[in-house]
């Protein structure tokens, strides 16, 4: 009789097991051909991207692409909301243009910084000047009495336009090599020459922001910078920090041009029309849905984006692309997982780019959330397939990441290199916000395709630089781990591991801890 029993129980077990592997099965398949054959990825960016552009803090397209998600979330039956965490300087860019006048007429490639003072509609007119060689402060601070009415180039000559590959690819070994020791040695000047002004910083312009308000109050008529990226046509693009004065960017072969023009005695003027709004103070979002859980909804499995951008280009890759697969996660967990057994959370950041503010102030506002996190995914480097999978310094991570791995077809998973445990993210992306927390957050890395140059912070991070095959198969990785995260009959473990000694300073490494996010950006 109680051999029957075993035999039975036996019998029971196994019909269970192969029940939940087939209905795992059948949900990875539903993901996988939702996603295939009705992917929405194409038409929502082109809504988010081209329709509302870019999403830089405070301005009124970061409130539209707030209101726009929440929106979409309701289409597809998902609860969604706007929640404030703060308020930030706002402003709205116009037209800029930039013409140069004299010696010749040409329109140069560029355009005005974030939070720019307008020019007005009548623009600025003024001769064009270079910074010469100071011996020291005190030589800087004499020159400073001569750019009254003038622009000032802030930033290094570049001798090449070129990429290092296509030199590579193209020049003889010596002209290469000829060419990276110039380079070195004009760099090398032009950053000596900063250091004794006493005004040097290496962020953008060079020029530290109190150098730059020094050329402003001597009556400069405006900056001009050129942040190149070490690629074809793009150039970084950040702030403004003058008050009423313009700050544009060159384009690399403009800037060079102007520059050229300028040291050879030929003083050139241009002309910048560089319009835009300041609206005074906006409120600040998260966008945060929600698909409830069934047996465990006081538990959390999180999609994490950033939904903000700086505005050099449209922010397609920076962080549009996150958006974009956490967006299409949700759709398509809501149609084939409604009842997920775990609440499923996406946040959609905002304020990102000036330090993580968005997903920091949602650590600060929900506790009872961060301590009750199965799982964060997050995803922000740009459009390329997923390629990198780390435990971000939770000992056991190895133990559940690798399962849920295993439920993700080879096609995708064959990409993904892990490491365990890995170490915790101290910034960079949303997911630090949560490791800091002491919450398992990880951060699903994308191959590169030129993103630290091409598209990173840029004026050419634009809807065509999306390889939408690549977008796809992370929506399906997104989903796959969120339905296992949920699925799991374990809660998972957050205990960290020891960290090793820095090389650096030969000190034992500690955990990051959390911060604050800035609730009143730009408003001082």
């Not at 999403?55 to 209101?67: F, H, I, S, Y």
């Not at 243009?97 to 355009?111: A, C, E, K, N, T």
């Not at 030199?167 to 900063?194: I, Q, V």
């Not at 949303?430 to 490791?435: E, K, P, Q, R, Y």
Request: charged fraction near 25%.
């Amino acid at each position: 009789m109680k051999k029957t029993i075993k035999l039975t129980l036996a019998i029971a077990m196994l019909f269970s097991i192969q029940n939940q592997a087939q209905s795992t099965d059948e949900v990875v398949n539903s993901i996988v051909k939702e996603a295939t054959e009705n992917s929405q990825l194409e038409r929502l960016a082109h809504e988010l991207l081209d329709g509302i552009g870019p999403r830089l803090v405070g301005t009124p397209q970061m409130k539209q692409a707030n209101d726009w998600a929440v929106a979409q979330y309701a289409k597809w039956g998902i609860s969604a909301k706007n929640e404030q965490w703060g308020e930030w300087k706002a402003w709205e860019r116009g037209i800029t243009h930039i013409d140069m006048v004299y010696p010749r007429v040409q329109s140069l490639d560029g355009m005005q910084l974030a939070w720019n003072p307008s020019t007005g509609p009548k623009g600025v007119t003024a001769e064009v000047i270079v910074m010469p060689t100071f011996s020291g402060p005190d030589d800087f601070k004499n020159w400073v009495k001569s750019v009254k009415g003038k622009f000032v180039m802030v930033s290094e000559y570049q001798i090449t336009g070129r990429p290092d590959y296509n030199w590579e690819e193209f020049a003889t070994e010596e002209s290469f090599a000829k060419m990276k020791k110039d380079r070195d040695s004009l760099s090398g000047l032009f950053r000596d020459n900063l250091k004794r002004t006493g005004y040097s910083n290496w962020r953008g312009s060079g020029f530290s922001e109190e150098g730059i308000a020094m050329l402003e109050n001597s009556g400069a008529a405006g900056i001009i910078s050129s942040y190149w990226s070490k690629a074809f046509g793009s150039n970084k693009i950040f702030s403004a920090s003058t008050k009423k004065i313009p700050t544009i960017d060159l384009e690399l072969e403009d800037y060079t041009m102007l520059y050229r023009l300028a040291e050879y005695g030929s003083k050139p003027v241009i002309k910048v029309v560089a319009e835009s709004k300041d609206l005074g103070v906006a409120p600040t979002f998260n966008t945060i849905a929600e698909i409830k859980g069934s047996e465990k909804p006081e538990e959390y499995v999180i999609l994490s984006a950033h939904l903000d951008s700086w505005d050099g280009g449209t922010g397609a890759t920076d962080n549009g692309t996150g958006t974009l697969v956490m967006m299409e996660a949700m759709r398509i967990l809501k149609l084939v997982y409604p009842n997920p057994k775990r609440t499923i959370i996406v946040g959609h950041w905002g304020s990102e780019e000036q330090g993580l503010n968005g997903s920091r102030a949602f650590v600060e506002d929900h506790p009872e959330i961060i301590q009750n996190i199965q799982a964060l995914f997050n995803q922000d480097n740009g459009t390329g397939r997923v390629v990198d999978l780390s435990g971000a310094g939770f000992l056991h991570s190895y133990e559940y990441l690798t399962r849920w791995l295993e439920a993700v077809p080879n096609d995708i998973s064959k990409h993904i290199k892990t490491e365990f445990p890995g170490s915790p993210s101290s910034g960079g992306s949303d997911n630090a916000s949560f490791v800091a927390a002491g919450a398992p957050a990880f951060n699903l890395s994308s191959l590169s395709w030129s993103y630290w140059n091409y598209t990173w912070h840029t004026n050419r991070d634009t809807y065509d630089k999306i390889v939408f095959d690549d977008v796809r198969s992370n929506a399906i990785l997104t989903a796959i781990l969120v339905y296992m995260a949920c699925e799991d009959d374990n809660k998972t473990s957050n205990e960290k591991s020891v960290l090793p000694i820095s090389r650096r300073t030969g000190e034992q490494q500690n955990w990051p801890t959390p911060r604050s996010p800035e609730r009143k950006g730009g408003t001082n």
